[in-house]
């Protein structure tokens, strides 16, 4: 990744230069037509939020990366979205002579953010979910007690007898 002292949308853009910065540049530009959509620098990037992050824009050395967060369900639009790490992330990987039409990053932007219109923060998605007890399980963990309570109480005993032998 570039390094930058960027700490605003405009500074991470002036940071760049040559391709990078062309790109960053077209992309930044077609994804701000989408109003609902709030720019930040967050973790060393642009993001773009709606209910949660929608998308980012990232320059590297070598590349620009345009992810979304929920972009599995966006192969349709664009095909050379990969799919990676947690979340439905998916990202289209640019390199010097490659791009994305303005058009296609458009409906890729309001695709995104409407997904999380309709399906919340995608990070939401991605926490674990605490299994509901069976009844199997449910048995166990009151067998489970119920052999502790019956230890601590046998201790107990064994405790106070000791105690009065030694009297």
Request: charged fraction near 35%.
């Amino acid at each position: 990744m570039m390094k930058t002292t960027a700490t605003t949308p405009d500074e991470y853009v002036e940071c760049l230069g040559g391709w990078q910065r062309d790109t960053v540049e077209r992309l930044r530009k077609a994804v701000r037509t989408d109003r609902r959509l709030e720019e930040a620098l967050k973790w060393g990037h642009l993001v773009y939020l709606f209910e949660g992050p929608v998308l980012l824009i990232r320059a590297e050395e070598t590349r620009v990366l345009f992810g979304f967060w929920r972009g599995k369900r966006l192969l349709e639009i664009e095909s050379r979205l990969v799919p990676s790490g947690k979340y439905e992330m998916a990202t289209v990987e640019l390199r010097e002579g490659d791009s994305v039409t303005t058009t296609t990053a458009k409906k890729l932007a309001k695709a995104a953010a409407d997904l999380n219109g309709e399906l919340g923060d995608p990070r939401d998605a991605a926490k674990p979910v605490k299994k509901a007890k069976t009844a199997k399980t449910a048995k166990k963990t009151k067998l489970a007690k119920k052999a502790k309570t019956t230890t601590k109480a046998q201790s107990a005993k064994k405790v106070t007898a000791t105690k009065k032998a030694n009297r």
